[in-house]
């Protein structure tokens, strides 16, 4: 479909009523920022959160961004605004906040995705287990991963498995193991089998153009999304091959066990 060439045509085409009507009424009744930080028992380096979560209904749709981002923009006002208006704010954070929110509520995850629990457990115990989902949806005979945001979990369970990567993310710097983390992903693509990234790349622009460039050269495009977890498994016939989708509230909010939906072709419902 048209509307799926990129995230900026279907986020219009949603707020003209793609995906119901409802759209014009539906108003988001909280808006919330998370603000966290961790370092996991026995890691190096420790990390931090920063995520936009806007409830329509009974769902809660995310988009994560940079510590400050949102600084001039007063969360309260969001709420009580229809998701329509959304759409069409001018911070990306908020569009896609917003149409998270209202695409769970329209598809609810336990409705169209395989759920998978991710145990209780400390915040490395829980990292590895989700981390272990999101890589068994690399392809098999995958020899080199383009690694699109850095997390070190992952990275982990790929060493364990003997699969190579590149590493990428837009603040660079080092992994847990010393290797250089490239800035741009893009260049990296031609000599890797596949992609793993983040479902960050919906609210900071990036998304469309490796969504693009994985379509056009055939190269095998794996999700994990806390941002947008609702929105991306919509692409899985346009150039996404398959999306572990985590919606609020996340694997680090809560030590109990937490829920984890995969998308792949084989799992349309």
């Known amino acids: ?9 279907f986020t219009a085409a949603v707020a003209d009523g793609f995906a119901g009507d409802d759209v014009r009424s539906a108003e988001v009744s909280t808006a919330f920022l998370t603000q966290q930080g961790v370092r996991h028992t026995g890691r190096g380096r420790g990390y931090r959160n920063h995520v936009l979560s806007l409830r329509v209904e009974d769902a809660v ?18 709420a009580g605004t229809s998701v329509q208006q959304l759409l069409q704010h001018p911070r990306a954070a908020v569009r896609i906040a917003a149409l998270d929110a209202y695409l769970m509520w329209k598809y609810p995850h336990r409705e169209h995705g395989a759920e998978l629990v991710v145990d209780r457990g400390s915040s490395l115990q829980k990292s590895l287990q989700r981390a ?62 596949a992609v793993l990234a983040t479902g960050m790349l919906a609210g900071n622009g990036t998304f469309d153009p490796l969504l693009a460039r994985c379509r ?3 190269t095998p495009l794996v999700l994990f999304a806390q941002t947008a977890s609702a929105v991306l498994p919509r692409f899985r016939d346009a150039g996404v091959t398959a999306v572990s989708a985590e919606p609020y509230p996340f694997f680090w909010l809560d030590g109990g066990a937490t829920s984890t939906y995969r998308y792949t072709r084989e799992d349309v419902r």
């Open 216 to 218: 056009d050269t055939g």
């Open 1 to 9: 479909m048209s509307e799926l060439t990129d995230l900026g045509r």
């Open 61 to 78: 749709g995310s988009c994560a961004v940079e510590p400050g981002e949102l600084a001039d923009v007063p969360v309260e006002d969001i």
């Open 132 to 193: 272990e989902f999101v890589v068994d949806l690399v392809p098999p005979g995958t020899r080199r991963v383009l690694v699109v945001g850095v997390v070190n979990s992952l990275l982990q369970r790929l060493r364990e498995r003997g699969i190579d990567y590149v590493p990428c993310d837009r603040k660079g710097g080092r992994t847990e193991w010393g290797e250089p983390v490239r800035p741009d992903g893009l260049p990296e693509l031609d000599r890797c089998d």
